[in-house]
């Protein structure tokens, strides 16, 4: 056992790699290695030189035993869970580097019970580079194939709108943009960024969910475009 560290950086990346691999009883030894509370609290909270702490890089990892571990020690601090790294990238933005459904649920039901922030504007949130999260679900299967995480955002990504048809409006920005909205990213602009072949296949399969389009939608379309 460690007696009185005063400088635990050597092991915060044993500890990072432990949570992003869901490898929780190596986290559990590296903190049991440290007598000190103070020290245990340091590694449990910690972070590396890129700003990536141990609630993002189990989000980067899909790993909801590493976060589920997180949350329920004492020392660890939620409001990690909020926290961007030094390239504007938060949670829903690692979680989406995976395919991992749960991940993602669970990071965003933590964003709406303690940020208050709706689903839609969480998906549409930059990071420096300019990448919103659906960015990187499109980068990580590029052509969408057996793609379920990208499908359940889709579904899912307007519940916390009760109005249908505010909904449809919103739906409908995401696809081609809200002008009154320009720094906004549409959902088109994003994949042709990433593969321009998936645009007709899309809207083809989001048209062809509606049997017939109601005249106030394709006002909405119109007045967009």
């Excluded at 590029?142 to 307007?158: A, Q, V």
Aim: proline share 3%; net charge neutral.
């Amino acid at each position: 056992t460690y007696q009185r560290i005063k400088d635990i950086t050597f092991l915060v990346p044993i500890f990072l790699h432990s949570l992003k691999t869901g490898k929780i009883d190596l986290a559990q030894f590296l903190l049991s290695l440290l007598n000190n509370q103070t020290d245990k609290k340091k590694l449990i909270n910690c972070s590396n030189k890129h700003g990536l702490n141990t609630a993002l890089v189990s989000c980067k990892g899909g790993k909801v035993v590493s976060l589920q571990f997180l949350l329920s020690h004492d020392l660890f601090d939620p409001n990690l869970i909020f926290t961007k790294d030094n390239n504007s990238l938060n949670a829903i933005h690692y979680a989406c580097f995976t395919d991992s459904i749960s991940i993602f649920s669970t990071i965003l039901a933590l964003y709406e019970e303690q940020q208050e922030t709706s689903y839609s504007d969480l998906m549409f949130v930059n990071d420096k580079l300019g990448n919103t999260p659906f960015d990187y679900v499109i980068r990580k299967n590029p052509m969408l194939n057996n793609c379920t995480l990208f499908k359940w955002i889709i579904k899912n990504c307007f519940d916390d709108i009760e109005d249908p048809v505010r909904m449809k409006r919103r739906r409908i920005e995401m696809l081609f943009g809200n002008r009154n909205n320009k720094n906004e990213t549409s959902l088109i602009e994003i994949m042709l960024r990433q593969n321009d072949m998936l645009i007709t296949r899309c809207i083809k399969q989001y048209f062809d969910e509606i049997e017939t389009i109601p005249d106030h939608d394709i006002e909405i379309v119109g007045n967009i475009l």
